[in-house]
Each structure stands twice: as structure tokens, then as C-alpha cells.
């Protein structure tokens, strides 16, 4: 059952005060604590519950529920790791994330479906592209074949390609079961704390001391005093983080806005174009849910608001001419404007590649940094909490 807000650590708490209390003995003690329960946060606080049930482990989260800014608004899809530098954090954590997801959800109930994706090709240049993602795959050992014009005519009628690359271990997964799954977890040994906000950090001799408010807009805290912080603040991770170096991390909010097709269309598999020039994005895809409803998205737009979700009727043609490239029979007017997501990006408007950002800060034992953590993140969750778990000493 996922926990509703209520007051901060309810049985724990041995005390409030108001916020920059010059007080500094703090209220609660505790060995780990998780900050924000988006997907790679539950990740963390799960494996934290379940290796090291001896400690205490809290996961706040300044939302009502859990997971609900990037983790739940995304294309929900289990990526095979292709497209990024081979030795990139995002490539290594994606392919292993990939098989351990699909390990869980084997032994589950969460609803996933391991329906494949083709990366299209329309001319020459798009297919010596392919191949050479083909060839990379190879390299690290992930499962794709080429597939050319004829046959593919056969599976897929109404997908125009010259060729396309087959990744058959990708796959869709529904998010929120699976952070309900990761939630419930957790709870069966430790808390989630729901509308709670981080207010301060500052280093203590024994770790961390937190200034924590329930509800997350109240002025009255609770000083916690942690071992171990482990900042998977998502959107926010960089403000975080800062709070003991200060303006180290800046992140960009790229919004992703997806449309919804109200007409009858058969596709089988997940249809992506050749992605775009530093890999902003990859390109507006086509997706579907796991009751088969078919969606097109997400494309990259740059927001200063990181709650500017509002998709806009306007980017209706812009999205109509990407999807008819590989899809010519869509007809626009049954296009509709469904939802948008907003990705924390450590890259900004026109800047190359930016890996993920996961460490120990140097100068700060036991303050684990996880900053632009957006796409493959869902994919390389439970990798991204094996990885965090190897730095603890």
C-alpha cells in the first residue's frame, strides 16, 4: 500500500523546531536517508532495506505520492542501452539495468511486455547509421538484427523504412506498478515520508544534519541527523546537492510532450526513427501502453519551469510531419494532445552528450550525488541502486 502524508517519521520523532534554529542537537538518528521516491530513489531505499535491515532507512519525498514528476512521465518503455557512448554510465547501467528489471518482473505481477523495437532507416545514410549501432551492440553484447524493406512489409504494413534495426529485449513496463512494487518493499522494514521537504544540509561530525519540514511547505522542521544522504532528487537533484557544494550541479528541464492517436492503427512494436544529433532526444517515437493504446512522443523542448507540463495544440503539426517520415498513413486531425514529462538534463539547448552523474562527493564521506538522472533511468533503476550500494563503506 502506498503510504499517505502524514506527519514526519510518525513514532520517531522526538521533536520540531522552527526553521535556522541556532539548536543543532538533533531530533531523530538514523543510518540512511533517500531523498525523493521517484523510481531510481525506490531503487536506492529497496536495496538499502533489504541488504541492511539492521540500519534505518527513511525515504522522504516532498510530493503526495510517490513518483510523480519524471518517473511518471515518460514512455514507459524498457530500453536495450544502443544509442549511448559505450563507455558511458548510461550505456553500462541501462543494458544491466535491462536484465535485472526483466529478472524481477519475470518473478511478479507487474504487467510488462517485451514487445520489441525497430529503429527505422529512410535512406542510405540512416542505414550506414543502423549499422553501425548494429556493430556496437555486438561489442557489448546486446541482442539486435538487421531486418530489410520486403520482410518488414510483411510484420509491419504501414511502417515506411528502407531497413530497420530489430532490438527484441526492449520491451514496456508499467512504471507505477513497479514503484508500488519497490514502495511496498520498502515498507515492510522502513518508512517513506511523503510531503516532506529538505530545507538544509550541512556536514556533521556524525554525517548530515537535515533540515526536514512535514507538510513540505511548513516552516516547523525536524533536524534529522544521517550517516549516509543519498540525494536522487530527480528534477531538483542539482539544488540539492548544492546545499553542501555550493553551485557545483546545474540542471536543464527538457519537456517532452506526448500525443495521443484517437483512430484505429496496427502496429506491433515500438517504432523509432534514427535519433537526433547529440542524442537530445530520440526522436518522436511511436509507443503504446500495455492496453495497446498507441502514443507519439516525446520530442525536446527546453522549459524554465520544471511543472510546465501543459502540452500545447501547436506542436500538433511539427509532431504529424516526424510521424508521417515513417508512418505516411497518420492522419493529423486525429492527433490529440495527451501529456508531457520534463527530463532533468545536465546538458543544455545544442550541448553534446552528458553522462550521468553518480558519486560520492569528493570532499563529503558518504553523500552520494545522482544528478541528471533522466532517460534510460527507469531501464537502469536497479542497476543504478547496485552501483550507489557498492560506494557505501
Request: glycine fraction near 6%; aromatic fraction near 10%; proline fraction near 5%.
Amino acid at each position: 500500500m502506498i503510504p499517505s502524508c502524514q506527519r514526519l517519521f510518525s513514532g520517531y520523532r522526538v521533536g520540531s523546531r522552527r526553521l535556522f534554529s541556532t539548536l543543532r542537537a538533533p531530533d531523530l538518528e538514523v543510518d540512511n536517508i533517500v531523498i525523493g521516491a521517484g523510481v531510481v530513489g525506490l531503487a536506492i531505499g529497496e536495496r538499502l532495506t533489504r541488504e541492511r535491515s539492521h540500519e534505518v532507512t527513511f525515504v522522504v519525498e516532498k510530493n503526495k505520492r510517490i513518483g510523480e514528476e519524471t518517473s511518471a512521465r515518460n514512455s514507459e518503455v524498457i530500453h536495450a542501452g544502443l544509442y549511448y557512448p559505450e563507455d558511458s554510465l548510461k550505456t553500462r547501467l541501462c543494458i544491466q539495468g535491462n536484465r535485472m528489471l526483466y529478472q524481477l518482473l519475470e518473478k511478479t505481477t507487474i504487467p510488462y511486455r517485451r514487445i520489441g523495437k525497430w529503429v527505422v532507416a529512410q535512406d542510405e545514410s540512416q542505414e550506414e547509421y543502423l549499422r553501425k549501432l548494429h556493430s556496437k551492440a555486438e561489442r557489448l553484447g546486446v541482442e539486435t538484427y538487421f531486418m530489410g524493406h520486403e520482410e518488414a512489409k510483411t510484420k509491419e504494413p504501414h511502417v515506411q523504412l528502407q531497413s530497420a534495426l530489430v532490438s527484441p529485449t526492449t520491451g514496456i513496463v508499467d512504471s507505477h506498478s513497479y514503484m508500488e512494487y519497490l514502495s511496498e518493499k520498502i515498507s515492510e522494514s522502513s518508512d517513506i515520508a511523503l510531503c516532506t521537504k529538505v530545507k538544509s544540509i550541512s556536514p556533521h561530525d556524525q554525517g548530515y544534519l537535515l533540515e526536514i519540514a512535514t507538510p513540505a511547505d511548513s516552516d516547523n522542521t525536524t533536524s534529522v541527523l544521517a550517516k549516509r544522504v543519498f540525494n536522487a532528487g530527480g528534477l531538483h537533484a542539482d539544488k540539492i546537492s548544492n546545499m553542501i557544494v555550493p553551485d557545483k550541479y546545474k540542471l536543464y528541464y527538457a519537456k517532452g510532450n506526448y500525443f495521443a492517436y484517437n483512430a484505429p492503427l496496427e502496429v506491433h512494436h515500438l517504432i523509432y526513427p534514427c535519433p537526433e544529433k547529440n542524442l537530445a532526444g530520440l526522436g518522436t517515437h511511436l509507443t503504446m501502453d500495455l492496453a495497446g493504446g498507441i502514443k507519439f512522443g516525446p520530442d525536446v523542448e527546453y522549459v524554465n519551469n520544471p511543472y510546465d507540463y501543459a502540452v500545447s495544440d501547436h506542436n500538433k503539426q511539427s509532431f504529424a510531419t516526424a510521424i508521417r517520415s515513417y508512418l505516411p498513413s497518420l492522419c493529423p486531425d486525429k492527433l490529440h494532445p495527451d501529456y508531457s514529462g520534463i527530463r532533468p538534463k545536465l546538458a543544455g539547448p545544442g550541448e553534446s552528450f552528458r553522462d550521468f552523474i553518480i558519486e560520492e562527493e569528493p570532499d563529503h564521506s558518504q553523500f552520494f550525488s545522482l544528478i541528471g538522472i533522466e532517460s534510460p533511468g527507469l531501464t537502469a533503476s536497479l542497476a543504478i541502486a547496485d552501483y550507489v550500494y557498492e560506494k557505501i563503506r
